[in-house]
């Protein structure tokens, strides 16, 4: 806390001396309330926690913070985070909760105006804040339980965290027995509500029995001070959706009937003492939410809430997903709630849930239980469907609305593999998902944090991590590839030149470490680490590092581990000759043609004409011959020679649901876009079974929902309507559809200068009606059966006539 004029002056000095420096390089997404002097300055507030305990292990734990104003403020910013996790209320209401995740040297922090809930008088902060401890999700980092809040200026640093605050340990919440064995998202809750202190965060709450906190050191922002426990950085993402959602129906029950009208909030529902009952609920569709359970009476029953998303036979084969006759909730997450007998108790878990299905195992004591209601608050990040793709073929529709529910249930504060079982942010998936929020979207903001996480991620060996956040390290070499990939399509897609400049040495760091990977040979030698490349190849191994890796892997001279290399630096080159590095853009040049080269004269098959996995011969993958397509190994009509055999080769190790989508890039490269619809089987299967999202492989499948597996929302925009960037930020675009055997495709695409419309009437693939709407000053280009059009901005509209001489 500021403590005189004298003290403020000196803050106010710093405020106006660093206004120069606050720039962050966080375009657009600096918050403009953060008074820069925080950014620059130790802050005045503290780190506090409660005070004799291991603040390593699990709590829940609540803290206060009384204070009177003379009048309501017009404005009122404060910033907050918290570690593990916070919930932060103004007098009773909730107003946000976070942080962000980060890492130590990236510890996120909120800014809030908190004036719309203040009042004259009496005003009360009020904050929730756990620690999971060793049940923690593999995703979250932590240093230890702690709170900070720091007022914006001196009229907020009243609230400023010191000793002035309280705590209060919750007995409420007790740690479970045993991890979960399945996934890694977290812990289930047990919550026994005698223990709980009601109404703690209302401001006529009595807190006088509670404790002062032990002080742990002023906040530091980042990169102003040698040491640090968290190092500040203002949050670059908005804060997530947060919605009511009820329930959709009342699938079975056993022991108790129920109308319903209960998941309207209309019928409770009467549990006599001493009863055993279940109830399953279907939410029709899969969804990431904090469920809500309020109940009446029925002091020290046993309610067990269990969470699915499918049901699954005494085999553990899940099936249609809507059939539920023989199957059960097989899950690890059962959070158990112990009423205390008054009336409307809540529980909500401190952490969402991902499920289609819930049920309610409820054994009651000498006390009878009423349900009064259940519902829930959807959370994700709050992406926009800003985009649409209409056709002649209606369950394209049904796909795009699958795959846009995909793709949402795994965007939270990062992009997740999956919200069920890992919710970790691997750069192989996110590659795909941020493609799929740019065309759909339009808001960049989440890949960015993503870009800059991998960057941030990177090990002294030059490599990124293969997912980060995590509390545990994991290394998959190509996945640092996909990262220079992703910063290629960002180039690609934003004019954004000192974001991109921020992430060369990076580039370089992973582009020189497999530059001393390459053997005698001339291509990669002996792999470390784990080298996924696609579920399609060898299963998961608890001895080697080979899950998802092609045969031999271990021994090296992959030519899809090779190829993937070389199609990094190709990129890479690009982007660095743009930004005013030519000599190293060469460099990569050079280095990737003697790769592809000696690729080819080691593992190309005359007789087959078909590129092997290895120098041995022995192995064929789609895969292999797909990175010769996209890495420039042959000429245009090599290529669709190759591209023939990749989709009718059926000794092919064939690509899973995340690989196809370098399939279809390739497809669309060698002239086969007009077959891509063909390719749709997989989706329409997981469709016929029931699936509201789209799974991690084609059945059995582990995970439900996997983001990498909606790329149809991407390539029904980017490949059958054809809009792609033609130059870096986006500047230009190029528009080259592929109708397939559709009639009519109509899409719509978020450009940063408005929407791109494009709609496209096709007459027997001889003619085709195309209407197209550029935003600004966006000019471009349509391609179409050797046709190629300029394009201005605004409305125009063509009728283009089949070229004979076009195959």
């Not at 941030?456 to 990262?483: E, N």
């Not at 004019?495 to 400049?501: A, I, M, Q, S, T």
Request: proline content about 6%; hydrophobic content about 35%.
């Amino acid at each position: 806390m500021i403590k005189n004029k004298i003290q403020y002056l000196g803050f106010c000095l710093i405020f106006c001396c660093s206004l120069l420096l606050c720039q962050l390089n966080l375009k657009g997404q600096v918050n403009s309330n953060i008074n820069p002097a925080l950014l620059n300055s130790k802050w005045q507030a503290e780190w506090i926690s409660y005070p004799e305990i291991s603040l390593k292990d699990y709590g829940v734990f609540h803290l206060r913070k009384n204070f009177e104003l003379q009048q309501a403020p017009q404005k009122f910013i404060i910033h907050v985070s918290g570690d593990n996790r916070y919930r932060l209320f103004v007098n009773g209401t909730e107003v946000c909760r976070g942080p962000a995740r980060g890492d130590l040297t990236h510890w996120k922090y909120d800014t809030i105006d908190i004036s719309a809930q203040l009042i004259a008088g009496n005003n009360t902060l009020a904050a929730e804040v756990w620690n999971f401890g060793e049940y923690a999700p593999l995703a979250q980092i932590s240093n230890k339980t702690a709170l900070i809040v720091q007022g914006n200026t001196e009229t907020e640093a009243m609230v400023n965290t010191n000793s002035s605050w309280k705590i209060y340990k919750n007995e409420g919440y007790t740690k479970p027995s045993k991890k979960p064995l399945r996934s890694v998202v977290g812990q289930a809750e047990h919550f026994t509500a005698a223990k709980h202190p009601k109404n703690w965060e209302q401001s006529n709450y009595d807190d006088s029995s509670w404790i002062k906190p032990k002080s742990l050191g002023s906040g530091v922002p980042y990169g102003k001070f040698g040491d640090w426990e968290w190092m500040l950085v203002p949050r670059d993402i908005p804060f997530m959706e947060h919605h009511l959602q009820r329930m959709n129906s009342i699938r079975s029950t056993k022991n108790i009937t129920a109308d319903p009208n209960f998941l309207k909030g209309k019928s409770p529902i009467y549990i006599p003492a001493n009863q055993k009952v279940s109830i399953l609920i279907d939410q029709a569709t899969l969804t990431t939410a904090y469920p809500e359970l309020i109940v009446s009476g029925g002091k020290d029953a046993q309610i067990s809430i269990g969470y699915a998303e499918a049901l699954t036979d005494s085999a553990g084969n899940k099936g249609n997903r809507n059939e539920i006759a023989g199957k059960s909730v097989d899950s690890d997450y059962w959070d158990t709630f112990i009423p205390d007998g008054s009336a409307d108790s809540h529980f909500k878990p401190l952490w969402f849930r991902t499920f289609r299905y819930l049920e309610l195992n409820i054994e009651t004591k000498s006390d009878p239980l009423i349900l009064n209601d259940l519902y829930a608050y959807f959370t994700a990040y709050p992406f926009k469907e800003n985009a649409y793709f209409k056709s002649s073929a209606p369950g394209l529709q049904k796909i795009w609305d699958i795959g846009w529910r995909t793709a949402r249930l795994c965007a939270g504060e990062t992009y997740y593999d999956c919200p069920y079982y890992e919710q970790l942010q691997y750069i192989g998936d996110t590659r795909i998902q941020s493609l799929i929020s740019l065309y759909v979207s339009g808001d960049d903001r989440l890949m960015r944090n993503a870009i800059n996480q991998f960057q941030q991620s990177m090990l002294p060996i030059g490599l990124t991590q293969s997912r980060y956040p995590s509390a545990q390290p994991q290394v998959i070499p190509p996945f640092s590839l996909y990262w220079i990939d992703m910063v290629y399509d960002y180039w690609m897609h934003r004019e954004d030149k000192d974001f991109v400049k921020q992430q060369l040495n990076g580039i370089r760091n992973v582009l020189s470490w497999y530059e001393t990977q390459v053997g005698e040979n001339g291509i990669l030698g002996p792999s470390d680490w784990w080298n996924f490349i696609d579920w399609s190849f060898e299963p998961w191994n608890d001895l080697y590092p080979i899950g998802g890796s092609p045969k031999g892997i271990l021994k090296g001279n992959s030519a899809i581990l090779t190829l993937q290399y070389v199609y990094a630096l190709q990129l890479a080159a690009q982007v660095f000759e743009h930004h005013g590095y030519p000599d190293q853009a060469q460099l990569y040049i050079r280095q990737s043609r003697t790769l592809l080269q000696k690729t080819k004269s080691l593992c190309w098959n005359k007789q087959k004409g078909l590129m092997a996995d290895n120098p041995e011969q022995n192995s064929y993958s789609q895969h292999a011959n797909i990175m010769a397509i996209l890495t420039d190994m042959f000429n245009p009509s090599e290529e669709r020679l190759l591209m023939q055999r990749i989709l009718n080769d059926r000794q092919l190790t064939e690509c899973t649901l995340y690989y196809k989508f370098y399939l279809f890039r390739a497809m669309d490269k060698s002239g086969f876009g007009n077959n891509y619809l063909s390719q749709l089987g997989p989706w329409q299967k997981m469709i016929d079974l029931g699936l509201s999202t789209f799974a991690e492989t084609p059945d059995p499948s582990r995970s439900d929902c996997h983001a990498w597996s909606a790329s149809p929302n991407y390539d029904f925009l980017a490949l059958v309507c054809g809009i792609k960037p033609a130059s870096p930020g986006f500047k230009t675009v190029s528009i080259t559809p592929h109708l397939g055997d559709l009639k009519f495709a109509e899409g719509k695409v978020p450009h940063p200068d408005g929407d791109i419309l494009v709609s496209f009437k096709s007459r027997n693939h001889k003619e085709l009606l195309a209407s197209i709407s550029l935003p600004g000053k966006l000019t471009g280009t349509l391609v179409w059966n050797g046709h190629s059009i300029q394009l201005k901005p605004g409305k125009q509209t063509y009728t283009l006539q089949q070229n004979k001489n076009t195959n």
